[in-house]
């Protein structure tokens, strides 16, 4: 039986990929407040504004590509039973040949009512005002906006308690909900954290990787059996 590797990915792992990280040092996404551009509160004041948001963000995601990390982890596929949990909205895992991905923060390549928020459909082009849903209700980007609940968190932790290896690659692990999965892990299991700028220290079962996503998983690949 396959070893079951989790990965839990972040912003770093897109960047080298060329996706700007969710917020820079300025607090700004794109140049934007993200309270105007990632809250229900911003959405209902300037839908116009946080549609051409996303619109923007997934003409980008159409003009990168995967990047080596990205790769690295889908073969890993081919030796393992592999599962990532990604707070990124982008599909480079997907595009990169992994098979299990779970979004926890949505997907930009999909659409939902404003409505009813189970009421999800792929959409790959501009999403405007008088985009509706068959009841009649606005589409919205499928993000979860700061505020919301994370619906895919309960999964996520589930799926965490099955792990026999654990992969952290391109988060601060600062952002809850999410910065609690590595906590519901099984005890000693195997943890690599790669980040260039890493906020742990190496201690028992902890590998700190002081790299970037795609030089540090080729050390992590180098020392899995």
């Known amino acids: 039986m396959k070893k079951h590797l989790v990965v839990l990915s972040g912003a770093g792992m897109s960047a080298e990929s ?21 809250t229900p509160e911003g959405f209902a004041a300037n839908p116009e504004l946080v549609l051409d948001f996303y619109n923007q963000r997934r003409k980008q995601l159409f003009e990168v590509k995967p990047n080596g990390a990205h790769i690295d982890l889908a073969k890993l596929e081919d030796n393992f039973k592999v599962t990532i949990i990604t707070q990124n909205v982008d599909d480079l895992h997907e595009r990169a040949g992994s098979t299990n991905v779970i979004h926890l923060h949505g997907e930009l390549l999909k659409a939902r009512s404003s409505y009813d928020e189970k009421d999800i459909q792929k959409w790959k082009t501009d999403l405007v005002l008088g985009d509706l849903c068959q009841k009649g209700h606005q589409l919205r980007p499928h993000i979860v906006w700061f505020g919301e609940d994370v619906p895919m968190i309960e999964s996520a932790v589930e799926i965490c308690k099955t792990a026999n290896v654990l992969i952290i690659i391109g988060t601060s692990m600062q952002v809850y909900p999410a910065a609690s999965l590595m906590h519901y892990v099984p005890q000693n299991t195997p943890t690599y954290f790669i980040d260039p700028k890493p906020s742990m220290e190496s201690k028992e079962n902890l590998t700190v990787i002081t790299e970037t996503a795609t030089v540090g998983i080729k050390k992590v690949i180098g020392s899995l059996k």
């Open 18 to 38: 060329g996706i700007k990280t969710f917020r820079d040092a300025d607090g700004l996404w794109e140049g934007h407040d993200v309270m105007e551009v990632a």
